[in-house]
C-alpha cells in the first residue's frame, strides 16, 4: 500500500493531522525528538520542507534522523528541486499554482522529475495555494495570495487541480499567519472537490485546528507551534481537536 492509500484510509476513520518540521530551524536529532513527540501525540505524518535555507544535506539528515524515531510516514514538502532526499517515504510534486514565477508552477518539478524517477519515490501529486497573507511562503513563491474575500477563486484553482489529475489540494496562510485560511473558504473548497483537502498557516491553538477541521479539512498542518512549543503540549491538545471533529 502507498503511503498516499495508507492515508485515504486512515481519513475514513478519522479527520488527519501532519506535523512540518523545517531541516533549516533545528538539528536532524532535534527533528528527530520533535518528530517522535508528534507521533506519541498522535500525528498521522511527518512533512519536511521549508522554504529557505534547506539543502538536500540537510533534507537527507533530517529525513534520517526522524525516519529512526517514528514509524509514522516522512513526506517531503519542498521549495526547490534542490530540497530532495531519497531517504523519504513520499513526496508531495506540488505546484504552486497561483505564483506569477513558471519555475515553481512546473519548472523545479521537470528538473526534479529525472531524480524522483531514479530514486523510485513515491511522489503525491499536490495543488498548492497560497492564501492571504501568505507570508514567507507566499514572498518565496512569487505569489499572487487568493484573498481571504474570495472563497471563489480558491474553488476555481481547486476545481482546475482536481480536473488536471491532482490527488490534493492545500490552501496555505503561510506559517506564523495572524489567522488561519477561513473557515467560509475551507467549507466552499470542500464542497467543490472530490479529493482530499489540506489546510496549514496560522493554527497555533485547539480551538483554530478545531474550527479548521469543523469547516471540512480534511488533514490539518501545523509546524511553527511544534517548533516554539517543544514540551508537546499544545500539539497534543490541537491533534485532540482535530480528531475529534
Aim: net charge neutral; no cysteine.
Amino acid at each position: 500500500m502507498t503511503v498516499y492509500e495508507s492515508l485515504l484510509e486512515r481519513r475514513k476513520r478519522v479527520r488527519l493531522h501532519m506535523t512540518l518540521l523545517d531541516p533549516d530551524k533545528q538539528t536532524a536529532e532535534e527533528a528527530g525528538r520533535l518528530a517522535s513527540g508528534a507521533a506519541r501525540s498522535g500525528s498521522d505524518a511527518i512533512m519536511i520542507g521549508g522554504s529557505t535555507g534547506v539543502t538536500q544535506e540537510k533534507a537527507d539528515a533530517t529525513v534520517l534522523a526522524i525516519k529512526s524515531a517514528v514509524s509514522i510516514p516522512t513526506i517531503l514538502f519542498p521549495a526547490s528541486a534542490a530540497n530532495l532526499s531519497r531517504h523519504a517515504d513520499a513526496l508531495y510534486f506540488m505546484s504552486l499554482l497561483n505564483s506569477r514565477d513558471p519555475r515553481l508552477i512546473v519548472g523545479e518539478q521537470r528538473r526534479a522529475a529525472p531524480l524522483v524517477k531514479k530514486w523510485g519515490l513515491e511522489t503525491i501529486p499536490m495543488a498548492y495555494l497560497v492564501i492571504e497573507p501568505g507570508m514567507r511562503a507566499g514572498e518565496v513563491g512569487r505569489a499572487d495570495p487568493i484573498l481571504r474575500s474570495k472563497p471563489e477563486e480558491a474553488v476555481e484553482y481547486a476545481l482546475a487541480a482536481q480536473m488536471l489529475g491532482m490527488r490534493l489540494v492545500y490552501l496555505e496562510a503561510g506559517s506564523g499567519a495572524p489567522e488561519p485560511v477561513p473557515s467560509e473558504m475551507i467549507r466552499a473548497v470542500r464542497a467543490a472537490i472530490d479529493i482530499p483537502l489540506v489546510v496549514g498557516g496560522g493554527i497555533r491553538t485547539a480551538e483554530a485546528a478545531g474550527a479548521v477541521a469543523r469547516a471540512g479539512a480534511d488533514v490539518v498542518v501545523t509546524g511553527t507551534v511544534v517548533e516554539r512549543e517543544k514540551d508537546g503540549e499544545a500539539l497534543r491538545r490541537i491533534i485532540e481537536a482535530v480528531k475529534a471533529v
